[in-house]
């Protein structure tokens, strides 16, 4: 039990912590982006995608925004970008992943 603990804390997560709602750490690339501000990404149900979970997308070192899953496919998804947190123009081949640092 001292190992689940340990594990759980390092992680800064508790018991009532609801896991399904936590993306998986993946990264991807954005394929299309339309004029309604939907991203279209190379990462799908497949890798553990699900509605609701966010995605952080950069060019090289510049971040530029954070999109939110709308809808999964096996291999594919589309996000909504977060307009409060969008700090430039994102374009095909940007890269996505759930993980920042």
């Given at each position: 039990?001292?190992?689940?603990?340990?594990v759980?804390?390092?992680?800064?997560?508790?018991?009532?912590v609801d896991v399904?709602?936590?993306p998986p750490a993946v990264?991807?690339?954005v394929l299309a982006v339309s004029a309604k501000d939907l991203v279209e990404i190379s990462l799908g149900?497949?890798?553990g995608l699900k509605e609701?979970?966010?995605?952080?997308?950069?060019?090289?070192?510049?971040y530029l925004g954070r999109v939110m899953i709308?809808?999964?496919?096996?291999?594919r998804a589309v996000g909504k970008i977060i307009p409060e947190y969008k700090r430039g123009p994102?374009?095909?081949?940007?890269?996505v992943t759930t993980r920042l640092g």
């Open positions: 039990m001292q190992l689940v603990k340990l759980l804390t390092k992680h800064d997560l508790s018991e009532f399904e709602a936590i990264d991807g690339v149900r497949d890798d609701g979970h966010t995605m952080e997308v950069f060019r090289g070192t510049q709308m809808k999964t496919e096996p291999n994102i374009r095909k081949d940007d890269r």
